[in-house]
């Protein structure tokens, strides 16, 4: 997570949660003078459109009030959804099992892209699976990480 990413959440993740929402995690992608910051939320009862509309007024008025982002951006709030990204080693951890797509910060064997079934987490670990081949992969060293949805 880089250093602004960072900081965006530890601003944002309390007004988040005094919503009664769970912060799931967020994504700031800077492209050139303007920048995107998706939010993800969650909750027991799952997460609906007037959700995240209750979250954008209040993350609006905490953007506006401490004005951390220079320039132009784009504000969106989105449920996980079935292919949910994972953030933490705890959300690795709870997705054990699944078929997981992850994007490495830099190439390991000569690839950045692995797809395989989320053995489980080491410590600070993600263990997958891949072609009969088990790879330990630091969750620091993973750029991008899906769950792959399953359509039993």
């Known amino acids: 997570m880089s250093a602004k990413s960072r900081q965006l959440q530890e601003l944002l993740e309390p007004s988040v949660t005094a919503l009664g929402y769970e912060f799931w995690g967020l994504e700031y992608l800077a492209q050139g003078h303007s ?7 969650d909750a027991e009862q799952g997460i609906n459109v007037d959700d995240c ?8 008025a905490v953007l506006d009030v401490e004005d951390p982002i220079t320039g132009e951006y784009r504000l969106e709030v989105s449920s996980p959804g079935m292919d949910r990204p994972l ?7 709870a997705a054990a ?8 910060r830099m190439n390991y064997e000569g690839r950045r892209n692995f797809k395989g079934r ?13 072609d009969d081949h088990e790879y330990l992969f630091p969750v620091v060293d993973i750029e991008k990480a899906n769950v792959v949805p399953r359509f039993d």
């Open 35 to 41: 920048a995107l910051l998706r939010i993800y939320i």
């Open 53 to 60: 509309a209750r979250v954008s007024r209040q993350v609006s």
């Open 87 to 93: 953030f933490t080693i705890a959300q690795f951890a």
């Open 97 to 104: 099992g699944e078929t997981v797509k992850l994007k490495l």
């Open 118 to 130: 989320l053995v489980g987490v080491e410590e600070e670990d993600v263990v997958i699976l891949v």
